[in-house]
């Protein structure tokens, strides 16, 4: 009988392989894990701290009672928005599955709304690449001798220097189309804007070009799964502070910085007896952190399961709260600058979005000394904002395919290397029609109806889900067999009451003040432009009522009735959490007994390597 030699590498797959498992054993044992904790609380804090904090916040707080703003803000804060970021990381951490799978076993009737939540993160990430592609023409940019976007293009009449230096100029040259070097910039040079969504014009290049590159970052940020991505966090979720500190202290030192941070904090109380106000902090609360949107279950269901869930509640909620307010300061300082050497009241030069970022920011630079580095830094900082919520995007849609497919992807694309790169290549495709010259139409159609629309109406239903048909009580139930200790009652008392409706109150008046799509004030979208924007938005709503039907239909029960209340049962045996420790025990085990084979193999390679070669004898 001859004696048949095993290898290194065939040990190891024969030690992941060779203890069986039991039929109520979770389905992915080997699920991978962070390597360390500070690096899930980073991606968290990454994906929570985005563009929305340097763009939306500071606007809001300006509209909405300045300072006054701050009450609703952390009062929403704490009343909503942080027991339902505390509710989804408990979830994903409990079922160890992304949003589709995890949502199924709390309740398969609304499975649907998993569903959505996935639905929701692809439509993003295929446009919010794109905002990373701007950022990227204009960082390569400010390499240049001059900043191009600080003189009108030559032979262009509706751009005239004189809208930023010159106090002269008045509303109503601005509202014959008169615009500043910076705006022509970004709309003639960057966009190459159309006149509309009828007209898409021809396919940018430059930003084709860098849309790929944009792309390539996401997918070296998150090929080799979180243990790779928890590394990259360090930078990518820390510098942006740096750079944000930096840009504070320079812009409250700048003359007229004191008239924007008076604008930014100056209380007007009156303000807080509309409704619009809080139903703005609730809504600046929601989308800040990111509930509804599957990355947060997604990314909690690769931690320990006796992970200690309220240490991440706070470090994601404080750094995401501390950074709006930090950055409201640095915005507003810059626009008290602005505002105060065009002799223009505050009120004409602040605005939002991308119109703050690429078109009112970058005219600070004129004033700086060295403006390409600043305007390095600044844009620098936005492609680090913006990355953290790209790679957490995608790893929704990767983790829901790997959950749900696992067998076939292993079979057909083998390793997850392949499966990302798939899920980048498919998204860069349907991001394309975003650089197109009419592109940026397209964009504010997808940015309104993917998520704006149907966002509150998703968590409506997730929140049902969990802590009414599941139940919030049996949630803390879960909570405490993990940790040891059960939510606070406060957060219970949330999740059954005050979180549901505040969610059905911000749904409700966001479809009263619903109006038709518009860019700027003078382009309407047409008829079947808001028909399509009604589509995308429908592609995640309709899921839910769907897979509700499917739900009904493959329960267990001989009338509709027994099927729709088999529906709602959750099937979390209660020896879950057993057998999730017994999993983990026999991985960790295995996990050593690899490392060690590794380290074998890697002594016995420098053992070879200690052998002089005769190439090296001869040498």
Same mark, same amino acid.
């Given at each position: 009988?001859?004696?048949?030699?095993?290898?290194?590498?065939?040990?190891?797959?024969?030690?992941?392989?060779?203890?069986?498992?039991?039929?109520?054993?979770?389905?992915?044992?080997?699920?991978?894990?962070?390597?360390?904790?500070?690096?899930?609380?980073?991606?968290?804090?990454?994906?929570?701290?985005?563009?929305?904090?340097?763009?939306?916040?500071?606007?809001?707080?300006?509209?909405?009672?300045?300072?006054?703003?701050?009450?609703?803000?952390?009062?929403?804060?704490?009343?909503?928005?942080?027991?339902?970021?505390?509710?989804?990381?408990?979830?994903?951490?409990?079922?160890?599955?992304?949003?589709?799978?995890?949502?199924?076993?709390?309740?398969?009737?609304?499975?649907?709304?998993?569903?959505?939540?996935?639905?929701?993160?692809?439509?993003?990430?295929?446009?919010?690449?794109?905002?990373?592609?701007?950022?990227?023409?204009?960082?390569?940019?400010?390499?240049?001798?001059?900043?191009?976007?600080?003189?009108?293009?030559?032979?262009?009449?509706?751009?005239?220097?004189?809208?930023?230096?010159?106090?002269?100029?008045?509303?109503?040259?601005?509202?014959?189309?008169?615009?500043?070097?910076?705006?022509?910039?970004?709309?003639?040079?960057?966009?190459?804007?159309?006149?509309?969504?009828?007209?898409?014009?021809?396919?940018?290049?430059?930003?084709?070009?860098?849309?790929?590159?944009?792309?390539?970052?996401?997918?070296?940020?998150?090929?080799?799964?979180?243990?790779?991505?928890?590394?990259?966090?360090?930078?990518?979720?820390?510098?942006?502070?740096?750079?944000?500190?930096?840009?504070?202290?320079?812009?409250?030192?700048?003359?007229?910085?004191?008239?924007?941070?008076?604008?930014?904090?100056?209380?007007?109380?009156?303000?807080?007896?509309?409704?619009?106000?809080?139903?703005?902090?609730?809504?600046?609360?929601?989308?800040?952190?990111?509930?509804?949107?599957?990355?947060?279950?997604?990314?909690?269901?690769?931690?320990?399961?006796?992970?200690?869930?309220?240490?991440?509640?706070?470090?994601?909620?404080?750094?995401?709260?501390?950074?709006?307010?930090?950055?409201?300061?640095?915005?507003?300082?810059?626009?008290?600058?602005?505002?105060?050497?065009?002799?223009?009241? +505050?009120?004409? @030069?602040?605005?939002? &979005?991308? /119109?703050?970022?690429?078109?009112?920011?970058? %005219?600070?630079?004129?004033?700086? !000394?060295?403006?390409?580095?600043?305007?390095?830094?600044?844009?620098?900082?936005?492609?680090?904002?913006?990355?953290?919520?790209?790679?957490?995007?995608?790893?929704?849609?990767?983790?829901?395919?790997?959950?749900?497919?696992?067998?076939?992807?292993?079979?057909?694309?083998?390793?997850?290397?392949?499966?990302?790169?798939?899920?980048?290549?498919?998204?860069?495709?349907?991001?394309?029609?975003?650089?197109?010259?009419?592109?940026?139409?397209?964009?504010?159609?997808?940015?309104?109806?993917?998520?704006?629309?149907?966002?509150?109406?998703?968590?409506?239903?997730?929140? +049902?889900?969990? @802590?009414?048909?599941? &139940?919030? /009580?049996?949630?803390?139930?879960?909570?405490? %067999?993990?940790?040891?200790?059960? !939510?606070?009652?406060?957060?219970?008392?949330?999740?059954?009451?005050?979180?549901?409706?505040?969610?059905?109150?911000?749904?409700?008046?966001?479809?009263?003040?619903?109006?038709?799509?518009?860019?700027?004030?003078?382009?309407?979208?047409?008829?079947?432009?808001?028909?399509?924007?009604?589509?995308?938005?429908?592609?995640?709503?309709?899921?839910?009522?769907?897979?509700?039907?499917?739900?009904?239909?493959?329960?267990?029960?001989?009338?509709?009735?027994?099927?729709?209340?088999?529906?709602?049962?959750?099937?979390?045996?209660?020896?879950?959490?057993?057998?999730?420790?017994?999993?983990?025990?026999?991985?960790?085990?295995?996990?050593?007994?690899?490392?060690?084979?590794?380290?074998?193999?890697?002594?016995?390679?420098?053992?070879?390597?200690?052998?002089?070669?005769?190439?090296?004898?001869?040498?």
């Amino acid at each position: 009988m001859a004696i048949q030699t095993i290898s290194i590498d065939e040990k190891k797959d024969l030690l992941l392989t060779s203890s069986p498992q039991s039929p109520s054993q979770p389905v992915n044992s080997k699920r991978e894990q962070w390597s360390k904790k500070i690096e899930f609380i980073l991606a968290c804090i990454g994906y929570s701290v985005g563009l929305g904090n340097v763009w939306r916040f500071p606007y809001l707080c300006y509209e909405s009672g300045g300072g006054a703003f701050l009450i609703p803000f952390f009062i929403m804060l704490f009343l909503c928005a942080v027991p339902l970021l505390y509710m989804e990381l408990a979830v994903g951490q409990y079922t160890r599955r992304g949003p589709i799978q995890a949502m199924g076993m709390i309740c398969p009737l609304l499975k649907g709304s998993g569903v959505a939540t996935v639905v929701i993160s692809f439509f993003l990430c295929t446009y919010y690449n794109v905002i990373m592609t701007w950022d990227l023409f204009y960082m390569v940019n400010t390499f240049r001798s001059e900043l191009p976007w600080f003189h009108c293009r030559e032979n262009d009449s509706r751009c005239q220097e004189s809208v930023w230096t010159n106090s002269s100029m008045n509303a109503s040259s601005l509202s014959e189309g008169v615009r500043a070097p910076s705006e022509d910039y970004f709309i003639n040079r960057v966009l190459e804007r159309s006149d509309g969504l009828e007209h898409p014009g021809g396919m940018r290049w430059e930003l084709f070009g860098l849309l790929i590159f944009a792309w390539i970052l996401v997918y070296l940020c998150i090929f080799k799964g979180v243990r790779v991505t928890g590394k990259i966090v360090y930078f990518t979720a820390l510098f942006p502070y740096v750079v944000l500190l930096i840009l504070l202290v320079r812009g409250c030192t700048l003359p007229g910085a004191s008239l924007g941070i008076d604008y930014f904090i100056k209380p007007r109380w009156e303000l807080l007896l509309q409704p619009t106000v809080w139903v703005n902090a609730a809504a600046q609360n929601f989308n800040s952190l990111g509930v509804a949107f599957g990355s947060l279950i997604a990314m909690a269901s690769y931690n320990k399961f006796d992970n200690n869930i309220v240490k991440d509640v706070l470090s994601v909620f404080i750094a995401d709260a501390f950074t709006s307010i930090i950055a409201g300061f640095a915005i507003f300082s810059v626009l008290g600058h602005i505002a105060f050497t065009q002799n223009k009241d +505050i009120t004409n @030069v602040v605005t939002d &979005g991308p /119109g703050l970022v690429f078109v009112v920011y970058p %005219e600070v630079f004129r004033s700086m !000394p060295a403006p390409q580095l600043w305007a390095f830094l600044f844009f620098f900082m936005i492609l680090c904002l913006g990355i953290d919520s790209q790679f957490a995007m995608v790893e929704v849609v990767i983790t829901t395919i790997q959950d749900s497919f696992g067998p076939l992807v292993k079979k057909y694309l083998k390793r997850k290397e392949a499966l990302v790169a798939v899920v980048c290549f498919i998204s860069f495709l349907c991001g394309l029609p975003n650089i197109t010259q009419g592109g940026i139409y397209f964009f504010k159609l997808i940015d309104k109806f993917a998520a704006g629309v149907s966002l509150m109406y998703i968590a409506f239903f997730e929140v +049902i889900a969990i @802590v009414w048909i599941y &139940g919030a /009580g049996r949630l803390a139930d879960n909570v405490e %067999e993990m940790t040891g200790a059960r !939510p606070h009652k406060v957060i219970v008392f949330c999740w059954y009451f005050l979180s549901p409706l505040l969610i059905l109150a911000i749904w409700i008046f966001s479809m009263i003040q619903y109006e038709p799509v518009k860019y700027g004030d003078n382009y309407t979208y047409p008829d079947w432009g808001q028909a399509l924007g009604w589509i995308i938005g429908l592609l995640s709503i309709g899921a839910i009522p769907l897979y509700a039907v499917h739900a009904v239909y493959q329960a267990k029960g001989e009338t509709l009735f027994q099927k729709f209340k088999a529906s709602l049962r959750s099937t979390l045996t209660s020896d879950h959490a057993l057998m999730v420790r017994r999993q983990q025990a026999e991985d960790d085990e295995q996990k050593e007994k690899k490392e060690q084979l590794e380290q074998q193999e890697q002594q016995e390679a420098k053992a070879d390597d200690d052998q002089p070669s005769v190439l090296i004898s001869r040498l």
